[in-house]
């Protein structure tokens, strides 16, 4: 009923407001463990939610021999309570304390030397807003690499728009640190590591976006990544350090998991070092993946059998 009073043109932009903004925006407001609460109430009954690339995630999973039909529905429901909470923590880390971080996140090693050059490597898995702060608190000043926000996706979505803006910025707030735009180029990164700054990003982005890519295994499946930063760590000799910022899908708690690597002196051997931990995540928790909807720009097709 309250569908046939909205126009038609309007619709887009307030499920995008109601998903990006109003929802998540209650972790603002409320204590995190009613809101935690509410959230996993509604990643369970409103299967409206986010529908869109959580059921293209689905597909792309059950393809995959992921998720079986019968684990289907709690499969879904943990997808759509992971984007919900990963959205939230825009949020939520604007209005609680370094204090209230060290409650409700457990910590697994440590970060590497503050003033030493380096690449804090994280994938888009689980909920990183938290691991940003840490890093900060713990005396690290990283600039996070990020690509413009003017691409055509943006064409019609002023919500989504301004939700990315926000988020980036954000991010540069909580590293204290001026993020870099290598949308064009990777020599802002380069002059960072020259100075002894270390640089942050997600690698696992879809290797269509980037023009040189490098084959990796990820949880078993063959796939292409870029291979542009890691090469600058091999050739900078700067070392890497993997993180991952997670999800505890029972009490809402985080948990961030800190591996610093060795310099390595072959790129393939550090390709492999790094996305091991991607694979290790997905197989821990597949849902908490948030690129399974674009899984076909990662994943190599398997060649077609050939006739006898």
């Known amino acids: 009923?309250?569908?046939?009073?909205?126009?038609?043109?309007?619709?887009?932009?307030?499920?995008?407001?109601?998903?990006?903004?109003?929802?998540?925006g209650l972790a603002a407001v409320l204590p995190w463990g009613w809101c935690f609460r509410v959230f996993c109430w509604l990643a369970h009954r409103c299967q409206w939610l986010y529908r869109e690339p959580c059921e293209r995630a689905l597909h792309e999973v059950q393809?995959?021999?992921?998720?079986?039909?019968?684990?289907?529905?709690?499969?879904?429901?943990?997808?759509r309570l992971v984007t919900l909470i990963d959205h939230a923590d825009l949020y939520l880390a604007a209005t609680r304390s370094n204090r209230w971080m060290q409650r409700h996140m457990q910590v697994q090693g440590q970060w590497p030397t503050v003033g030493q050059a380096g690449i804090l490597a994280t994938f888009h898995w689980g909920a990183g807003m938290w691991g940003l702060r840490h890093a900060q608190q713990a005396g690290l000043v990283p600039h996070a690499l990020v690509a413009a926000l003017n691409g055509a996706h943006f064409a019609g979505?002023?919500?989504?728009?301004?939700?990315?803006q926000a988020r980036t910025a954000?991010?540069?707030?909580a590293l204290g640190c001026p993020t870099l735009d290598v949308s064009s180029s990777l020599r802002p990164a380069v002059r960072a590591l020259r100075d002894h700054e270390q640089v942050l990003a997600a690698i696992d982005v879809p290797s269509d976006q980037v023009a040189a890519s490098?084959?990796?295994?990820?949880?078993?499946?063959?796939?292409?990544?870029?291979?542009?930063?890691?090469?600058?760590?091999?050739?900078q000799k700067v070392p890497v350090t993997v993180y991952l910022t997670g999800?505890?899908?029972?009490?809402?708690?985080?948990?961030?998991?800190?591996?610093?690597?060795?310099?390595?002196e072959d790129l393939d051997t550090l390709v492999a070092?790094?996305?091991?931990?991607?694979?290790?995540?997905?197989?821990?928790?597949?849902?908490?993946?948030?690129?399974?909807?674009?899984?076909?720009?990662?994943?190599?097709?398997?060649?077609?059998?050939?006739?006898e």
């Open 1 to 24: 009923m309250l569908r046939a009073l909205i126009p038609s043109r309007w619709r887009p932009h307030l499920r995008e407001a109601l998903e990006l903004v109003l929802l998540p």
């Open 63 to 79: 393809a995959r021999g992921w998720v079986t039909p019968a684990q289907a529905p709690r499969w879904l429901a943990q997808r």
């Open 157 to 164: 979505h002023p919500v989504l728009h301004r939700y990315a």
């Open 170 to 173: 954000y991010v540069a707030k």
């Open 214 to 235: 490098v084959p990796v295994q990820i949880a078993g499946m063959a796939a292409q990544v870029p291979k542009a930063l890691l090469r600058l760590a091999v050739e």
């Open 247 to 264: 999800i505890d899908m029972d009490t809402g708690q985080r948990t961030l998991r800190i591996v610093p690597l060795p310099v390595q």
């Open 273 to 307: 070092a790094v996305f091991s931990y991607l694979s290790e995540a997905i197989q821990q928790d597949s849902a908490a993946w948030h690129f399974w909807s674009e899984a076909p720009r990662f994943f190599v097709p398997p060649a077609p059998a050939t006739a």
